[in-house]
Structures are given as C-alpha cells and as structure tokens.
C-alpha cells in the first residue's frame, strides 16, 4: 500500500453563493499574469476573502490553474513534492511519471533536481498556467521553503505561481518587487471599501440597508469580508436591523467574535451543538458528522446543505460535495470555545469512523490528535510502512515522535522504522543513539524482521559514520527477513553483496545482485531493481565476463522501456555500466553517447550523486584518451568538489587516485608525488586486496624509474587479483610488470607478461586496460602481436604489418652512428613532442633526454632539433 | 531572544469574548476601557512566544503591542504599553 492522494487537496472552492464579483482585483492579477509577473502573492489575515478572490479570478482568467491547498504534512518536502506533482498532472496529465520509483528510494533525492524536470515540462506549456498554493503560512519547514523559492526562480513564461497566505513567506520579495515580478495584493487592497459593502450587503445578501448603515458597518469592520458576511447574516434574521447595527458599532468587542456570538445565538441549540462538535475536525463528510454528532436530531446530509446554502461558512471540498471544511477562521474560533475533553472525544470518534471506512492514515491522525496513544500505535504500525513507500519519512517520524516514547519502545516495529526513517534521512548520529537505546529494550521476542531490520540498518549506519560496510551482520540480517520480503530484502541483499565483493567472493555477490533485481521486480521497486541490475553489470565486467555485461545492460533498457519503446528515465540509468564497457571496448562515439544518457538519466531522476559517478569516470577516461587534457583535469575538479560535497569517501579517494593517473600521462610528476606522500606515508603494509591507489603509486613508481619497487607493488597486486579472479585488475597489474620488467631489463619476461596479458584481454575485448597502461606498453604491443593479430592490431592501429626497416644504426653517412634510445629519442623530437613529455614517454629524466639530445647533436653536426629532425629524415634515420 | 520565562503582555484591538479567551488559557484577561483587551501571563521561551502569536493571527486578532518584563511576575503597573 502507498499512502492515497487526498483528492480534496486540488479542489479550487468555488466562490461560494453571494460572494462579491471584485473584477478591479481581478484585473490587477490578470494583468500581472500577462506581463509575466512571477509571483502574485495575496497576504493578508484570516477572513480577508484571500480564497474566494483568487478563485472568482481564476474563473475569469484565461489561464488554466493547478490548485494545492495546504496543510501543515506538507512541511515534509517529499509530500510536498508528491503533492505539487499531483497537482500539476491535473494540467499535464503524464508528468514526472517515474516520480513513485524515486521517492521509494531508501535516501530520497535532492527534489530541487526533480523540480528541474517538471519546470521544463511546464516550459512546453501552450496555455498559460497558474499554480496556486493556498494556506501558505502553514509551511515552516526550510526545506519547503526552499523548493518553491527554487521553483520561483525557475518558473517558465508559461507559469505563475500564486500563493495565499496569513503572513509573509521567507522568500525574496523585496527582489521580485524591485524587478517587477510580483503581483502583491495585501490587507489594505483586499478590504471592502463602502461602495462594495454596499453592493455585498444589499445585492448578493438581499439586505435593504440606508447607506449610513452601510457606512458605520463598513467603519466598524474595516472593510473585513468575514466581518460584513457575518454581520449581514445576522441582520437577515434580525427583527430591529437599525438596532443590532448601533449595538455592534457602540461595543468594543472584537468585531468576529461579537458577531459569532449573535449568529450562534441566532441558531437553535441542536445546529450550535453541531457547529462546536464538527469544527474540531479538519474536514468532514455527511457520515462523519453523524459519527461525531450522534445524539443530535439533526441529519447530518441535511445540516450540511442548510450550512451552506446559509453561507455558515462551510466550504465544499469537491465536486460532489461529499467532503466540507469550515473557513478556518470560524474553525479556530469555534475551537476555542470547546474545552480539551470534547476535543478529544470527537477526535477519537472520528479515528474510529475513518479506520472502519478504510482511511488509516487519517485514523492514525485524529488518535494522535486525541492522544489515544495506543489506539494510534495500533494505526501507525499499518500506516507508518505505507509512509516509507511512499517516502514520506519525515511525516511518519513526526506521527512516531508525537507517540510517548514507552508506547514507541513497546511496538519494536514502529521503533525499527523509526530507525529507517532516521538513517535514510541522514540522521546519523541519532539514529546510532537510537540503536543503542533499543538494544537494551527490545522484548528477545521482536520479530526476526524488525531485529533483521535493525541489524542491516545499523551496518549502514556505521558505514555512512565512516567505517567499512560489514558483511556479518548483514548476512546474519538476510536470515531474519523473510525470503519473500520484498521490501526489506533488496536492499540487504544490494548491501551485503557489495560487503562481500571486496574478499572476492564474487559467485555469492553475483546471486545476491541476481536476488535482489528479480525480488524488488517481484515488489515492483524498478528503482532497487535497477541499482542490483547495474551492480550485477559492473560485476560481470570486472570478472571478465564482459558480453554478459552488456547483455545484462541491454536487458534492463528493453525491460524497462515506455510506451514509445525508449527507455524510461529509471532504465536509462542502464546506460550508465552500458557506458563504461563500451569504453572498455574501445567503441568511443557508442560510449560517449550512452555516458551521456546516463547521466542525464541520473540527474532527471536526482539520484546523480548515487548513480553518476562510474559515468563521470568513464567521460574523463574518454576525454583523456582523445587528447584533450585539460577538458579531463577541468572535469575531475568538478567531481572531486561534488565528491567533497556529498562526503563519499571511496567517491572521494578515486577522483583523487584518476586524477594522479592523468597527471602522471601528463609528464607531471610532482603533484602525483605528493599525493602518494599524503596518501601511503611509511612503509606499505602487505598487500591483501587488489586497490587501484595502490596501481597508481605503482605507474608513479615506474615513471619515477623507481622500477624495483614498481615491479614489487605490480606483483603483490597481480597476486591479490589472482585471488579474487578479477579480470581487469589481473590485466592492469600484469600489464604493469612487463613494463617494469622491461625497464629492468628482463625483456623475455615482460614479453611473456604481455603476451598474458594480451591472451586474457583478447577474446571479450578488454582493450581499454592496455591504453591505461602507459605509453611504453603501448610500444612493446606490437611484439606481443601473435598472441591475438587481430586484437593487437585494434589497439594499435597499425595497418597489417609491413614491418619497419632494420635497425639503421649502422647508416654508412655516419661517422658514429646513433645508438637505438638516441634513434627512439630523435623520433619523438622530430613527431614534435617536447623534452618532458620525451622524458615522461620514455620514462627518463628531463636530464637524460638534453644529454641524449646534445649526442645527436653533435653526431649529426646540426645546432636545433629541427635541424636534426630534418637531416634525420633525409638520411631516413627515421619515418 | 528569550531564554527564561518572561512575564508578557499582549494588547489586542478590541473585546473577546470569554469563548475566545479560553484559547489563551494561563493568561489573564483584561479588557481595558479603551476597548482594547491586555492578555498577561508568564511564556516559557521564544519558542512559546512565537506559537503564541500564531494564535493570534489564527483566530484573526489584531495585535497592538507585546511587551516582556523579567519574571513570572507581573510589573507592579500594567500601565500603558510602550
């Protein structure tokens, strides 16, 4: 179960019988509305007609309108948003369609980046469009706050956004003033001037009032549109008019409450009895005043069309008028006047009418109100699951926090979810709090899911607190919850499987990724599935079993597809491992284009910052490996400042371990040598599992001419791969020892090395780890060539080969010929390349390629590398 | 801000009537001849003073003044507001 869409929420009430046409008021927002205004903000205190005005405008307007009237719930930004999006569908009826699947996720994403999607649907728009949010004032969260300040700063040509409210809003007015983006109608503008309380109190009350009544009545009220409708009530059933008029205008009393008081005294007891019972409840329905009114001779159906067509404030809440409110002004007031008990009472009445109609949330609502605490411990333990579904965590740990703690602690479940919802809010430290208090409480008989729950939840706890993400008690959880939890299990089974990968049992992380995907399916959470799904690609790739990958990707784009056959934004997440094997493949146009859709997929969604980064990755790779530096290094800086925002430490510690890496391609050795100082300072423990920092201080190594130690790390490292059997960790650690064993000098063994290397890689198409492995692998390739031609010659690009002219060292023009690094050295210089980057080619040093440089020189007689190049070519000593 | 209880007097335009004054119970009531109405009575914290004048813009008073005074005390004069 979700949580229902209260429908009533999008109810624009229409103008109710004998409310004043204020076409001058109109024009002014109609008007604002054109000129493209923003914002049109009605502020102005309870009873000022805010509510009737907008919609008598609206009625009139030539804009379509989306209505949300709020309440306090909407303080969580997730109903907020659900509410909002709700509302607008009601305009654009197949808007935010994956909206569900997001909000399920366990840590609900940054909704700012939600809205985006919505205002650029908006910005396609024919007609021009209203969205009005009503009651304002009762929003007090930040985070709301900061949604609609979002949106307002957003909001296309084709959208205005009106907001009524009692006070001011936290957003910029002052701002939208001074540019001419706000409509404001305030207090002053909203009050009845004389001509018409006139026309009010005469034409739609049909009062026949002299003009000095109309006079000291507008005085007495200020022009109050509560206060003239309440006081020509009562004169419509007032035997001496002129009498009650110099009564009221010859009293201090407050103006409402003197005239609440004469139009209750007007009302037989039974209606009175009524009004005071009904009023404590937010709305209600012809039932629901019988349940709460029960003794009371009055038919409810009939009281309540008599209320109406009274104009006794009750506002319908839809079309079929089933659903009422009173104006919330009266409603307070008439509050007011009951004492506590009966409050209670009717809360609880109501409680029971709504669990017996089915309506548990509202239920669990009025117990509270009640505070029944039981009764609604009893409710929330139905609704609070719903809640978390439909993510609505913050509502649900106000209704657990509005419950006495013991009554919390006795009903382990709601206890447990409370947890949930403090984790996945990013509560932390309370929750571990949390967790410490419940362990010395909870009954030994609490249900093996809710201990299962609390276990999992609290793993991740410590791992989002910094620790490692621990695979004990996460199995032992997995045990707990049900086989077919199809809540719960998922996301343990995603949790323990990425626990376990690291120790290389990658067959169990396989069948935990494979469970998880088919459960959440099976549960309809495409959002869980997914993540299991790309999890499971990543895996395969890693464990060389890359076509499997890409099937698996491509699998999840055809699953999980719309309509039209294109993926939708959840399945297009696919395209994000999908990506990164085409890269691997070597297929650049293929992988840039899905990168991309990836990412944008992600970001539509919000989930950027938990999907994107393997993405990001990929784009640097590939943006590297077409030679454009610099747009890779800006991209990296980028990553590293979202990485530091979103404080993921393993995010973090591999923006900085590829950027090393496109430092040290760079030639620049001295930042990747103070990240190695920073990062492994002393001695480096024994190498246990495959790192890939400790691959790149191993490349820093070997272009450091620090080969010893290279080769030493790059074996450990093959060792550790060895172990897990991943496939691209085996390929970049024994890719790094032929290159060291080469510089060693131990040419056959690197040669083998490769020629492994190159056997392992060639049959899926692992081509991406040799381009990774630096220039002098890229060099040695060719030798390795039979091992798999075909393979080989892809990533070097060499044309079938006709094979270089035999060494030239021996050319007869020379009187001492050149030695075959000072042949390797003039090539370079003559392909233009600088000394640094000769030097960082060739893994020497900047010293060694001017003394290379000053031989040739001199051997070929020539002052300039350019003269060298030249004479070089012409004696063919080079291409 | 306030942190301690404060003694508070809120001026408001006009008379309620006893019904509505029941929703600021703790408070004593005073109608002043004026015809304003002086609710006094001690308010914990910020945090009650602002839910306090919730209140009043709810049921749709209008506030003249608001004055605090150290204590639970009320001020030997309920005097003028400031």
């Given at each position: 179960m979700?949580l229902?869409?209260?429908?009533?929420?999008?109810?624009?009430?229409?103008?109710?019988?004998?409310?004043?046409?204020?076409?001058?008021?109109?024009?002014?927002?109609?008007?604002?509305?054109?000129?493209?205004?923003?914002?049109?903000?009605?502020?102005?205190?309870?009873?000022?007609?805010?509510?009737?005005?907008?919609?008598?405008?609206?009625?009139?307007?030539?804009?379509?309108?989306?209505?949300?009237?709020?309440?306090?719930?909407?303080?969580?930004?997730?109903?907020?948003?659900?509410?909002?999006?709700?509302?607008?569908?009601?305009?654009?009826?197949?808007?935010?369609?994956?909206?569900?699947?997001?909000?399920?996720?366990?840590?609900?994403?940054?909704?700012?980046?939600?809205?985006?999607?919505?205002?650029?649907?908006?910005?396609?728009?024919?007609?021009?469009?209203?969205?009005?949010?009503?009651?304002?004032?009762?929003?007090?969260?930040?985070?709301?706050?900061?949604?609609?300040?979002?949106?307002?700063?957003?909001?296309?040509?084709?959208?205005?956004?009106?907001?009524?409210?009692?006070?001011?809003?936290?957003?910029?007015?002052?701002?939208?003033?001074?540019?001419?983006?706000?409509?404001?109608?305030?207090?002053?503008?909203?009050?009845?001037?004389?001509?018409?309380?006139?026309?009010?109190?005469?034409?739609?009350?049909?009062?026949?009032?002299?003009?000095?009544?109309?006079?000291?009545?507008?005085?007495?009220?200020?022009?109050?549109?509560?206060?003239?409708?309440?006081?020509?009530?009562?004169?419509?059933?007032?035997?001496?008019?002129?009498?009650?008029?110099?009564?009221?205008?010859?009293?201090?009393?407050?103006?409402?409450?003197?005239?609440?008081?004469?139009?209750?005294?007007?009302?037989?007891?039974?209606?009175?009895?009524?009004?005071?019972?009904?009023?404590?409840?937010?709305?209600?329905?012809?039932?629901?005043?019988?349940?709460?009114?029960?003794?009371?001779?009055?038919?409810?159906?009939?009281?309540?069309?008599?209320?109406?067509?009274?104009?006794?404030?009750?506002?319908?809440?839809?079309?079929?008028?089933?659903?009422?409110?009173?104006?919330?002004?009266?409603?307070?007031?008439?509050?007011?006047?009951?004492?506590?008990?009966?409050?209670?009472?009717?809360?609880?009445?109501?409680s029971?009418?709504?669990e017996?109609?089915?309506?548990l949330e509202?239920a669990a609502r009025?117990a509270l109100?009640?505070?029944d605490s039981d009764h609604a411990a009893r409710l929330l333990r139905q609704v609070v699951p719903a809640a978390a579904r439909?993510?609505?965590?913050?509502?649900a740990l106000?209704w657990l926090?509005a419950l006495?703690?013991?009554v919390l602690l006795s009903a382990p479940d709601l206890a447990a979810y409370r947890a949930w919802f403090?984790?996945?809010?990013?509560?932390?430290?309370?929750?571990?709090?949390?967790?410490?208090?419940?362990?010395?409480?909870?009954?030994?008989?609490t249900p093996?899911r809710i201990?299962?729950m609390?276990?999992?939840?609290?793993?991740?706890?410590?791992?989002?607190?910094?620790?490692?993400?621990?695979?004990?008690?996460?199995?032992?959880?997995?045990?707990?919850?049900?086989?077919?939890?199809?809540e719960?299990?998922?996301?343990?089974?995603?949790?323990?499987?990425?626990?376990?990968?690291?120790?290389?049992?990658?067959?169990?992380?396989?069948?935990?990724?494979?469970?998880?995907?088919?459960?959440?399916?099976?549960?309809?959470?495409?959002?869980?599935?997914?993540?299991?799904?790309?999890?499971?690609?990543?895996?395969?790739?890693?464990?060389?079993?890359?076509?499997?990958?890409?099937?698996?990707?491509?699998?999840?784009?055809?699953?999980?597809?719309?309509?039209?056959?294109?993926?939708?934004?959840?399945?297009?997440?696919?395209?994000?491992?999908?990506?990164?094997?085409?890269?691997?493949?070597?297929?650049?146009?293929?992988?840039?284009?899905?990168?991309?859709?990836?990412?944008?997929?992600?970001?539509?969604?919000?989930?950027?910052?938990?999907?994107?980064?393997?993405?990001?990755?990929?784009?640097?790779?590939?943006?590297?490996?077409?030679?454009?530096?610099?747009?890779?290094?800006?991209?990296?800086?980028?990553?590293?400042?979202?990485?530091?925002?979103?404080?993921?430490?393993?995010?973090?510690?591999?923006?900085?371990?590829?950027?090393?890496?496109?430092?040290?391609?760079?030639?620049?050795?001295?930042?990747?040598?103070?990240?190695?100082?920073?990062?492994?300072?002393?001695?480096?423990?024994?190498?246990?599992?495959?790192?890939?920092?400790?691959?790149?201080?191993?490349?820093?190594?070997?272009?450091?001419?620090?080969?010893?130690?290279?080769?030493?790390?790059?074996?450990?490292?093959?060792?550790?791969?060895?172990?897990?059997?991943?496939?691209?960790?085996?390929?970049?650690?024994?890719?790094?020892?032929?290159?060291?064993?080469?510089?060693?000098?131990?040419?056959?063994?690197?040669?083998?090395?490769?020629?492994?290397?190159?056997?392992?890689?060639?049959?899926?198409?692992?081509?991406?780890?040799?381009?990774?492995?630096?220039?002098?692998?890229?060099?040695?390739?060719?030798?390795?060539?039979?091992?798999?031609?075909?393979?080989?010659?892809?990533?070097?690009?060499?044309?079938?080969?006709?094979?270089?002219?035999?060494?030239?060292?021996?050319?007869?023009?020379?009187?001492?010929?050149?030695?075959?690094?000072?042949?390797?050295?003039?090539?370079?210089?003559?392909?233009?390349?600088?000394?640094?980057?000769?030097?960082?080619?060739?893994?020497?040093?900047?010293?060694?390629?001017?003394?290379?440089?000053?031989?040739?020189?001199?051997?070929?007689?020539?002052?300039?590398?350019?003269?060298?190049?030249?004479?070089?070519?012409?004696?063919?000593?080079?291409? | 801000?306030?942190?301690?209880?404060?003694?508070?007097?809120?001026?408001?335009?006009?008379?309620?009537?006893?019904?509505?004054?029941?929703?600021?119970?703790?408070?004593?009531?005073?109608?002043?001849?004026?015809?304003?109405?002086?609710?006094?009575?001690?308010?914990?914290?910020?945090?009650?003073?602002?839910?306090?004048?919730?209140?009043?813009?709810?049921?749709?008073?209008?506030?003249?003044?608001?004055?605090?005074?150290?204590?639970?005390?009320?001020?030997?004069?309920?005097?003028?507001?400031?």
């Open positions: 979700m229902p869409i209260l429908q009533t929420k999008f109810y624009a009430p229409p103008p109710p019988a004998g409310s004043l046409a204020r076409p001058q008021l109109w024009a002014r927002l109609e008007e604002g509305r054109q000129a493209g205004r923003r914002l049109a903000l009605i502020s102005a205190p309870a009873g000022y007609g805010k509510t009737t005005l907008v919609t008598g405008w609206l009625a009139n307007s030539a804009a379509a309108h989306a209505w949300l009237s709020l309440d306090r719930d909407d303080n969580d930004p997730a109903r907020f948003f659900t509410y909002l999006v709700h509302a607008l569908r009601r305009i654009d009826p197949g808007l935010a369609e994956d909206l569900p699947a997001v909000l399920n996720l366990p840590q609900p994403p940054p909704l700012e980046s939600l809205l985006v999607t919505l205002i650029n649907a908006a910005a396609g728009w024919q007609q021009p469009t209203c969205l009005v949010l009503d009651d304002y004032h009762l929003i007090e969260s930040p985070a709301v706050h900061a949604l609609v300040q979002f949106l307002l700063e957003r909001v296309p040509p084709t959208l205005q956004l009106v907001i009524l409210t009692r006070q001011d809003p936290p957003l910029p007015l002052a701002r939208l003033r001074a540019r001419r983006q706000l409509t404001e109608l305030r207090a002053r503008d909203l009050r009845f001037n004389l001509e018409e309380a006139g026309r009010l109190l005469h034409e739609m009350m049909g009062l026949d009032l002299p003009p000095a009544a109309v006079q000291s009545l507008t005085d007495r009220t200020e022009g109050w549109c509560a206060g003239l409708q309440l006081a020509g009530i009562s004169l419509q059933s007032s035997e001496n008019p002129a009498a009650f008029i110099e009564n009221f205008s010859g009293t201090h009393r407050f103006v409402i409450d003197y005239l609440l008081e004469e139009v209750l005294a007007g009302l037989d007891a039974p209606l009175r009895d009524f009004l005071t019972r009904t009023a404590v409840l937010d709305r209600f329905c012809a039932e629901l005043c019988a349940e709460v009114f029960p003794e009371g001779s009055l038919p409810a159906a009939e009281t309540l069309t008599r209320l109406e067509q009274a104009n006794l404030f009750v506002i319908p809440l839809d079309e079929e008028r089933r659903w009422y409110r009173y104006h919330h002004l009266l409603a307070d007031l008439l509050r007011s006047g009951t004492d506590e008990e009966t409050r209670r009472g009717v809360q609880q009445q109501a029971g009418w709504y017996r109609s089915g309506d509202a009025c109100a009640a505070r439909s993510g609505q965590y913050r509502s106000g926090d006495p703690q013991p403090l984790v996945f809010t990013g509560r932390m430290e309370e929750a571990r709090a949390w967790f410490e208090l419940l362990q010395n409480v909870l009954p030994p008989d093996p201990q299962g609390l276990l999992g939840l609290q793993a991740w706890t410590r791992m989002a607190l910094g620790g490692p993400l621990e695979s004990e008690p996460l199995r032992r959880s997995l045990e707990m919850v049900g086989e077919d939890d199809s719960l299990r998922p996301l343990f089974l995603l949790a323990y499987g990425q626990a376990v990968l690291p120790a290389g049992k990658t067959a169990e992380a396989e069948d935990c990724f494979r469970q998880s995907y088919r459960l959440a399916e099976a549960g309809q959470a495409p959002l869980h599935a997914l993540a299991a799904r790309n999890n499971l690609a990543f895996l395969l790739n890693t464990s060389g079993r890359l076509d499997e990958a890409v099937a698996v990707c491509e699998d999840s784009l055809r699953c999980y597809s719309g309509k039209d056959g294109q993926p939708s934004p959840v399945g297009s997440l696919a395209c994000i491992p999908l990506g990164c094997f085409l890269l691997v493949r070597g297929e650049w146009d293929a992988a840039e284009q899905r990168l991309k859709q990836g990412i944008t997929a992600a970001r539509q969604l919000g989930l950027y910052e938990i999907f994107a980064h393997p993405a990001e990755n990929a784009r640097v790779v590939l943006a590297a490996e077409r030679g454009d530096l610099p747009g890779a290094l800006a991209m990296l800086e980028n990553l590293a400042r979202h990485a530091e925002k979103s404080g993921l430490g393993a995010v973090k510690a591999a923006v900085q371990a590829a950027e090393m890496e496109l430092r040290l391609r760079a030639g620049d050795l001295e930042p990747a040598a103070q990240w190695a100082a920073r990062a492994f300072p002393g001695p480096l423990p024994p190498v246990t599992l495959f790192n890939h920092s400790l691959l790149t201080l191993a490349r820093l190594r070997l272009y450091q001419n620090r080969d010893s130690e290279a080769l030493d790390l790059f074996t450990s490292l093959e060792a550790a791969a060895q172990r897990t059997g991943w496939l691209t960790d085996r390929l970049a650690a024994r890719l790094g020892q032929a290159a060291a064993l080469h510089k060693l000098g131990r040419a056959p063994e690197a040669l083998q090395a490769l020629r492994e290397a190159v056997v392992l890689a060639a049959p899926q198409g692992y081509r991406q780890p040799f381009r990774s492995a630096g220039p002098l692998i890229a060099a040695l390739l060719p030798r390795a060539r039979e091992a798999a031609p075909e393979f080989v010659d892809s990533l070097t690009g060499a044309p079938p080969a006709s094979p270089r002219p035999a060494a030239p060292s021996a050319h007869p023009a020379l009187v001492e010929p050149l030695g075959e690094r000072e042949l390797e050295i003039l090539a370079l210089a003559a392909a233009g390349l600088s000394n640094q980057q000769i030097a960082v080619r060739l893994y020497i040093t900047l010293g060694t390629v001017k003394w290379h440089l000053n031989n040739i020189y001199g051997k070929l007689g020539v002052k300039s590398r350019t003269q060298a190049a030249a004479l070089a070519r012409e004696l063919t000593l080079i291409d | 801000m306030t942190e301690q209880t404060n003694h508070t007097q809120i001026r408001i335009k006009g008379h309620l009537s006893s019904r509505t004054a029941r929703a600021f119970t703790g408070f004593q009531v005073q109608l002043l001849p004026e015809g304003d109405t002086l609710l006094s009575g001690p308010v914990e914290d910020a945090a009650a003073l602002y839910g306090l004048i919730f209140r009043l813009r709810d049921l749709g008073l209008e506030l003249v003044s608001l004055q605090q005074h150290a204590g639970t005390d009320p001020p030997p004069q309920p005097g003028e507001p400031a």
